[in-house]
């Protein structure tokens, strides 16, 4: 059996789950009025659920790097998709039971959260344990699904809300949860080979103390607010600053993002042996630049529809590629590393939005000026890829 075969159940595995990740990210956001509505729960309170969904990620992200490797990555991974699968069908019963409907929606959140990080953490490296020969394109690849994931939430929550309306969410809930538990299966029986021989990992502290260690940390924090903040925003910034309906806003705003970078990974994933990966994130970086630029000067709707939606096919390659090029250059790095990357690409996550919702406060909410605002960090990205260019070529 060759290995590309013996090793696929595994990547179908690795595909779900982070399908699953997307489907946590990404369904809540959608009710958000309907549990204004139904729940009576205001918006700065709503606006708490991403909060603790993002902190309990990075809380995990953390944890990570300290106990995966003493427990072991199949137990880890099953849990995840056990939390994920709890958690989301828990949105259709915990709020019901709970002291308050927001309680128990919080309580949903962090639980299918926790399988969010968890997911986050390990995926990647499971996948680069396999011994398949274009590792950078099969990293690529699979970031595609958490894409397509954010699509297929959207569009099959939406069809679903129109055929049956979006009182019977609770239903969709559950419908969503079948797939981590599904694939609770997938990864108790796949193939899974450890990333680094037990003793020869590097160290937290070894990490820290490694310069380029660093440099990839910085790479990780411009890639995940490259992404996260274009994406977080997209649909406000459709509506308020391009004066779109929010329904078709929706599909042409953080929908068309999220199709454009799955097809962009899809590109790097395809085609990737024939392209230097340092060589296409560096101009993923500048057109990425230019993209912010198009959509938060732009004086036609067009335009700036445009912009956001390109965005996605240049940030596309930013965190699988960030990845690749950590994990080739400090090949010893282990889980820890991939936990602290997924750390820093969170906190970048973060950081992202909030500088574009800070500044756009300040120039009067205007969201266009909070876009042209983001050009810092795929500028810093250029700059990180181009400093360790010449390490991961002798790699």
Request: charged letters at 10%; glycine letters at 10%; hydrophobic letters at 50%.
């Amino acid at each position: 059996m060759s290995d590309t075969k013996k090793y696929k159940k595994t990547l179908i595995a690795c595909y779900l789950g982070f399908v699953t990740q997307a489907i946590c990210a990404n369904f809540a956001p959608l009710l958000f009025i309907t549990f204004h509505n139904s729940y009576g729960i205001t918006f700065s309170s709503l606006a708490l659920i991403s909060t603790v969904f993002f902190f309990t990620q990075l809380l995990v992200d953390l944890v990570c790097a300290k106990i995966v490797d003493y427990i072991g990555y199949r137990t880890c991974v099953v849990a995840a998709e056990v939390t994920s699968g709890l958690g989301l069908a828990g949105l259709a019963f915990i709020p019901e039971i709970a002291p308050t409907p927001f309680a128990g929606i919080l309580i949903s959140v962090i639980i299918y959260a926790i399988g969010s990080g968890l997911t986050e953490v390990l995926v990647s490296p499971i996948v680069e344990a396999c011994p398949f020969e274009n590792k950078e394109g099969t990293m690529s690849l699979l970031h595609s699904f958490y894409c397509w994931g954010s699509v297929g939430v959207i569009l099959g929550s939406t069809l679903f809300f129109a055929l049956f309306g979006i009182e019977n969410w609770k239903i969709l809930a559950v419908i969503w949860a079948i797939i981590p538990f599904y694939n609770i299966y997938n990864f108790a029986t796949c193939p899974i080979e450890r990333l680094v021989e037990e003793g020869e990992s590097m160290t937290m502290g070894q990490l820290f103390k490694t310069r380029l260690f660093w440099l990839f940390i910085v790479l990780m924090v411009c890639a995940g607010s490259s992404e996260i903040a274009m994406a977080q925003w997209a649909s406000a910034f459709v509506e308020s600053a391009l004066h779109i309906s929010k329904t078709i806003g929706d599909l042409l705003g953080p929908c068309a993002f999220a199709v454009c970078m799955g097809i962009s990974r899809v590109f790097y994933g395809k085609y990737g042996e024939k392209v230097d990966l340092t060589v296409f994130m560096a101009g993923s970086g500048i057109m990425c630049l230019i993209c912010y630029l198009v959509a938060g000067l732009a004086t036609l709707p067009v335009l700036g529809l445009i912009g956001c939606a390109l965005c996605g096919f240049t940030v596309g390659i930013m965190w699988p590629g960030s990845i690749s090029i950590s994990s080739k250059v400090l090949p010893k790095g282990g889980t820890a590393m991939f936990a602290l990357l997924a750390l820093a690409g969170d906190l970048g996550g973060a950081a992202g939005p909030s500088i574009i919702g800070n500044v756009s406060q300040r120039a009067g909410e205007n969201l266009q000026v909070g876009v042209v605002a983001g050009i810092g960090f795929p500028i810093v990205l250029v700059i990180c890829v181009l400093s360790v260019r010449k390490k991961y070529k002798n790699q």
